[in-house]
């Protein structure tokens, strides 16, 4: 009985002798204040404007436009229209109305743009007076920094497709030109290019 009783003792020692090494190798509690400064810190790389918003500053001003409609590579005459582009947000979001023409028929346009630091990409979303259809689309500029393409998706009702997928590609000629190129990629890969602006600065 005795050594019974002297083995348990001996063994919860050691439990005992275990459990506070085991606390003792434990970090030290990060204290809440420090959590709340590291996680702050990084969200400011999602909520502060940096070098990818630099970029928007690109396309602001009034620009005189001349649009051309493509079909199997082949252009319409081009089309006279105006854009300008303000910042809706400073720094973060680009607006830009537009009044147009397409075969004749006179159409005004919104866009917004800006680039989304947790998504990683530019972002763009159009809409006109002349049809009730949301355009988005994202991307990133190119390795040679001198265009910005995007890949998003529109309802074609004069076809009846719905989420077809488009690829807009902006190209910077200079500061004072610049051609917005968007493209029909369900065609194939040939004459895809549909819509050609080119926008020159006033």
């Known amino acids: 009985m005795k050594k019974t009783i002297v083995i348990s003792a001996l063994v919860l020692g050691m ?4 459990l506070t090494a085991d606390e003792g190798d434990k970090p030290a509690a990060t204290p809440p204040d420090a959590d709340m400064k590291a996680a702050m810190e990084r969200v400011k790389g999602f909520t502060d404007p940096g070098p990818n918003h630099k970029v928007l ?3 602001l001003g009034k620009w005189n436009t001349e649009t051309s409609f493509f079909m199997a590579g082949n252009a319409t005459p081009p089309e006279k229209g105006v854009s300008e582009f303000s910042w809706l947000m400073e720094n973060r979001w680009l607006k830009c109305e537009y009044s147009n023409s397409m075969m004749g028929m006179a159409y005004n346009g919104f866009t ?3 680039y989304d630091n947790f998504k990683k990409s530019y972002v763009m979303t159009s809409v006109t007076d002349i049809d009730t259809m949301m355009m988005r689309s994202e991307g990133d500029m190119d390795p040679s920094g001198q265009s910005l393409i995007l890949y998003g998706t529109l ?4 076809s009846g497709e719905h989420d077809k997928m488009v690829k807009s590609v902006w190209r910077f000629e200079s500061p004072t030109k610049m051609v917005l190129e968007i493209h029909d990629l369900p065609i194939g890969e040939k004459n895809t290019k549909v ?3 080119t926008f020159n600065k006033e």
């Open 15 to 18: 439990l005992s002798i275990t």
């Open 57 to 59: 500053e690109r396309f």
């Open 155 to 158: 309802d074609e009702y004069l």
């Open 195 to 197: 819509v050609e602006v």
């Open 112 to 114: 917004l743009m800006g």
